[in-house]
């Protein structure tokens, strides 16, 4: 709107003519704004976007279509699903659990060869470990999980939690691995993510005599081994309900691990074994 411009030069004793000749439109289009400057449409938008953002705060998994079924439907607002796709857009209300694509942003180049090349399984216990950084939605914010797990035995290794996706979440994830386990030449496969790449990464990589190992940029396939136990934490926990704060969400997600995944969840892969059962059942696994 470049109409209050007009009338803030015609105080400055600026012809309106003049002005509105220089910007490109009629006098009579000023005047027709200055008699009705807010129009009834976007007085009738206004309201909608208040009544959506009241929708998406009840209920933060309501994208547009569910804003405008519970706009149209319950409140009685009569609104088009375009209109309210482009209020939504807007005011970047957007369902929680939707995965947003890209910003076109190209990952960094590797700095490790891919030593996995989609072999997820291992002989031994710590001859190769899988990592990755999660993002999970609560009312207080982002929590950003880093997890570590074994090929041999499935087991989560080492993991790390917090409010920001850093390297020092990695390094932490790493240093946990590496307290429990005390590997030795272990490859740690990851993305191209930059906490991954990060020096102090590499550098705790190299520090405690383990491998790093990256796979190729936009394939995530060559990290399967980690995708598919992060459907698995989705199904299990994150989805399961609204999560309050990073803490609850922290606490469900340790126990989760800790509990279920090492010691309740038996796996095919595994002989119908837990991970924990596994190393305790096959010592000679851990034999280097």
């Known amino acids: 709107m470049i109409y209050p411009l007009v009338s803030d030069l015609a105080a400055e004793g600026i012809p309106v003519a003049r002005t509105c000749r220089v910007l490109g439109f009629s006098k009579q289009a000023f005047y027709a704004w200055r008699a009705n400057p807010v129009s009834d449409r976007d007085w009738d938008d206004a309201h909608l976007i208040n009544a959506a953002l009241d929708v998406h705060a009840d209920d933060p998994t309501f994208g547009y279509r569910l804003i405008h079924d519970e706009l149209e439907l319950v409140q009685g607002h009569a609104v088009g699903r375009g209109r309210m796709h482009r209020l939504c857009k807007q ?5 929680v659990i ?22 997820f399984t291992a002989e031994c216990i710590d001859d190769m470990w899988f990592t990755d950084i999660t993002e999970h939605p609560t009312d207080d914010g982002k929590l950003y999980l880093c997890a570590i797990k074994d090929a041999c035995s499935k087991r989560i290794v080492g993991y790390s939690m917090g409010p920001r996706m850093t390297a020092d979440l990695a390094c932490r994830a790493l240093r946990h691995a590496v307290m429990l386990r005390r590997p030795r030449g272990t490859i740690v496969h990851a993305d191209r993510g930059s906490q991954f790449r990060s020096g102090a990464f590499t550098r705790l990589l190299r520090h405690h005599g383990l ?60 002989g119908r074994l837990t991970p924990i059962e596994y190393e305790t059942i096959h010592p000679a696994s851990t034999a280097r």
Not at 108 to 114: F, Q, S, T, Y
Not at 224 to 249: D, G, P, T, Y
């Open 91 to 95: 005011q970047q209300l957007v369902s």
């Open 98 to 119: 939707v995965k947003r694509r890209g910003r076109g942003k190209t990952p960094g180049p590797a700095v490790h060869e891919d030593l996995v090349r989609r072999q």
């Open 211 to 270: 491998q790093g190992s990256m796979g190729r940029v936009a394939s995530a396939g060559d990290n399967a081994a980690m995708e598919s136990w992060n459907a698995l934490l989705q199904k299990n926990v994150l989805n399961r309900k609204r999560w309050n704060s990073q803490e609850e969400l922290r606490l469900a997600i340790v126990t989760w691990i800790e509990r279920d995944y090492h010691r309740r969840r038996r796996q095919a892969g595994l």
